[in-house]
């Protein structure tokens, strides 16, 4: 354990003004930055006829059109000739990487070395935060190569002194957890639960292995799924976010939101709209705009970009951890977001309802669900898979309880429609690797719509 609470303690413990000056002074010079040095900015500005020089603090990004995934992609090659959002010559763009996203056209990153280290610092404050150090040997499950991720936690443990252990994935050999005795993994809820159940074949107890902290991140959970994996591995859970844009946020020890390191990532929480900032506390789309320090230079830079993701800003108050920094909820993808007569849910809330505590006797955590059509105008079914450790041993009307219970909670109006039959909830018990997913490559498919 770390006696080191903070990475850069004057930015992470800065006044709340002077936090806001120093956004209005880096919003003001990334967007003249934009206009200086990035061909699709400086056409953007032009054809809306904004001048960069008005935009002179957050609330003025107000003024400024968003930009999507789609934009990035319909300016470089083949839509356009060039590259319009890579923002250095070609002599200091450092790495290049691409990120898929769901369309399958990648959007392409260019990363100066300064940008690398602005990346690094964000997860060197986030491990800091989370009570890393020194002393602390992490394995990292999270992939090297196009995406950024495993590549700057790595670069952020050199900055913390501690040392890493480079899986890539979360298959390793239970070895690696005996031989090196790692004090944390950086991996996925499913990932680090199937990986415990390898390490309780061979005879290892998780919560008795090593390990002291476990880092989470790369798609949104439910509370009862990360609360499931702190009981496994008997250890905190650590909830992080972000992406190639550059949005790393994290969570500290409070555990109770994700801070977003302000002086570098600027986020806006947008109404369904896309028109206005909603209040905090308010459900809303994050609107995304790199923060650039006075001087330096980026290889790719965004100024109200739709991350397509949705949150709710929990606090701009000081933490208890000492940290002045906003904090967020844990986002959700709006791609994951269905919508049934007219109410939306996500992918979280299905497993919601399968991580509740008593279900998880029974199931193992991995379901798939499917939404048809019904025979009737207007009507909806929704299959649940839910894999069991023994389908034979299963309670099947406890699970379906707790899971409609959980489901409806915040959600009346489906409940409403499931007794008037509109809306039909269908539980399907498989036994191990039976789910459809498994027999597709890629990230599990867990909500999939067929209607
Ligand atoms: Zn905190």
């Known amino acids: 354990m770390s006696d080191v609470r903070y990475f850069n303690q004057e930015i992470e413990t800065l006044g709340r003004n002077e936090l806001d000056e120093l956004v209005d002074e880096r919003v003001k010079y990334t967007v003249d930055y934009a206009y200086r040095n990035s061909p699709f900015y400086r056409k953007w500005f032009d054809k809306y006829n904004i001048n960069p020089s008005d935009i002179q603090s957050h609330e003025d990004l107000l003024q400024l059109p968003i930009i999507s995934g789609d934009t990035i992609r319909t300016n470089q090659p083949p839509g356009t000739k060039n590259f319009d959002f890579k923002s250095v010559d070609w002599k200091d763009v450092f790495t290049v990487h691409e990120t898929s996203g769901t369309s399958g056209i990648p959007k ?19 491990f ?143 109404d369904p709209r896309m028109n206005e900032f909603v209040n905090d506390g308010e459900c809303g789309r994050i609107v995304f705009t790199t923060l650039l320090p006075v001087g330096s230079k980026c290889g790719t830079l965004l100024l109200n970009y739709d991350t397509e993701d949705t949150t709710v800003v929990r606090t701009r108050d000081k933490c208890s951890c000492g940290r002045t920094h906003m904090k967020i909820e ?59 450790h023994d389908p034979a041993n299963c309670d099947q009307e406890v699970v379906r309880e707790n899971f409609l219970k959980s489901f409806f909670h915040y959600k009346p109006a489906l409940e409403q429609a499931y007794y008037d039959e509109t809306f039909n909830i269908i539980f399907n018990f498989t036994g191990s690797g039976e789910l459809e997913f498994y027999r597709i490559k890629g990230r599990p498919k867990r909500v999939v719509d067929r209607r």
């Open 108 to 126: 392409s990153f260019f990363l100066t070395w300064e940008d690398w280290e602005r990346y690094a610092e964000k997860y060197t404050r986030s």
């Open 128 to 270: 800091t935060s989370q009570g890393f150090g020194p002393d602390d040997r992490v394995v990292v499950c999270a992939s090297y190569g196009m995406n950024v991720g495993a590549n700057t936690m790595t670069l952020a443990a050199r900055d913390i002194g501690m040392s890493i252990i480079p899986e890539g994935k979360c298959t390793f050999p239970v070895r690696v957890i005996t031989s090196y005795e790692p004090t944390g993994i950086v991996g996925n809820v499913f990932k680090l639960l199937r990986l415990a159940e390898r390490m309780k074949k061979e005879g290892l107890e998780p919560s008795e292995s090593s390990i002291e902290r476990l880092v989470v991140g790369g798609e949104s959970f439910a509370e009862e799924s990360r609360n499931y994996l702190s009981e496994v591995w008997g250890c905190d859970v650590y909830n992080t976010y972000g992406s190639t844009e550059g949005t790393m946020c994290g969570e500290c020890s409070a555990i109770n939101g994700l801070h977003v390191p302000e002086d570098l990532v600027h986020l806006d929480v947008y």
């Open 330 to 388: 844990n986002p959700q993808r709006e791609a994951e977001t269905f919508w049934i007569q007219g109410t939306p849910f996500n992918r979280v809330d299905i497993e919601r309802g399968v991580f509740q505590r008593e279900n998880i006797e029974y199931l193992t955590g991995e379901y798939e669900s499917f939404l048809y059509g019904g025979e009737e105008e207007g009507e909806t079914t929704m299959r649940v898979s839910l894999e069991c």
